[in-house]
T-cell receptor, first 111, second 115 residues
Framework: TQLLEQSPQFLSIQEGENLTVYCNSS?????LQWYRQEPGEGPVLLVT?????EVKKLKRLTFQFGDARKDSSLHITAAQPGDTGLYLC???????????FGTGTRLKVLA | EAGVVQSPRYKIIEKKQPVAFWCNPI?????LYWYLQNLGQGPELLIR????????DSQLPKDRFSAERLKGVDSTLKIQPAELGDSAVYLC?????????????FGPGTRLTVL
């Protein structure tokens, strides 16, 4: 069974601080996605990474896919209250469209 | 363009009662997913449809859960009878392979409370 462990599980920081969320697995994924989910809503896709070592930036968010395609990280620079939410990684194995979601990281950014 | 529509948004029932959730995916999306999400955790896939065919229902508890997507468009997920442990948010998502990737578009979910 593929498992995607995210750390930390909870994170509460002050506005302006930087943070990194990790997504780790013992399995290799052909692609990995990051989603953000706000209360009462479904997850919304932020990024998809498919190449080992790939780095993608989305404004203040930087996503990296591990060289071995088993792990990923999400770094947020100068966090803002609007970044508050549940961050989820999701990985898919080669040849499938089945994404396994991670355990989630709940981020709260205080003004 | 309308997003994924789910109804009802909230449902409270007593244990052993039946319940049904409805999902209308984004127009043209051939793949439809039903997920279960417990509070603060990641979604867990229950069933995935390609058009009207259920291609992955390995995680669906078939003794009490059933789903259908008769015309390959909207879908219904049913639980009968519901148990206390079924309290969760049930998410529907859809995607289209023609877009070149596999971005899943999620609905807002149905929050089920079983008393």
């Amino acid at each position: 069974t593929q498992l995607l462990e995210q750390s930390p599980q909870f994170l509460s920081i002050q506005e302006g601080e930087n943070l990194t969320v990790y997504c780790n697995s013992s399995s290799v994924f052909s692609s990995l996605q990051w989603y953000r989910q706000e209360p009462g809503e479904g997850p919304v896709l932020l990024v998809t990474v498919v190449t080992g070592g790939e780095v993608k930036k989305l404004k203040r968010l930087t996503f990296q896919f591990g060289d071995a395609r088993k792990d990923s990280s999400l770094h947020i620079t100068a966090a803002q209250p609007g970044d508050t939410g549940l961050y989820l990684c999701a990985g898919a194995s080669s040849g499938t469209y089945k994404y396994i979601f991670g355990t989630g990281t709940r981020l709260k950014v205080l003004a | 363009e309308a997003g994924v529509v789910q109804s009802p948004r909230y449902k409270i029932i007593e244990k052993k009662q039946p319940v049904a959730f409805w999902c209308n995916p984004i127009s043209g999306h051939n793949t439809l997913y039903w997920y279960l999400q417990n509070l603060g955790q990641g979604p867990e896939l229950l069933i995935r449809y390609e058009n009207e065919e259920a291609v992955d229902d390995s995680q669906l508890p078939k003794d009490r859960f059933s789903a259908e997507r008769l015309k390959g468009v909207d879908s219904t997920l049913k639980i009968q009878p519901a148990e206390l442990g079924d309290s969760a948010v049930y998410l529907c998502a859809s995607s289209s392979r023609t877009s070149g990737g596999n971005e899943q578009f999620f609905g807002p979910g149905t929050r089920l409370t079983v008393l």
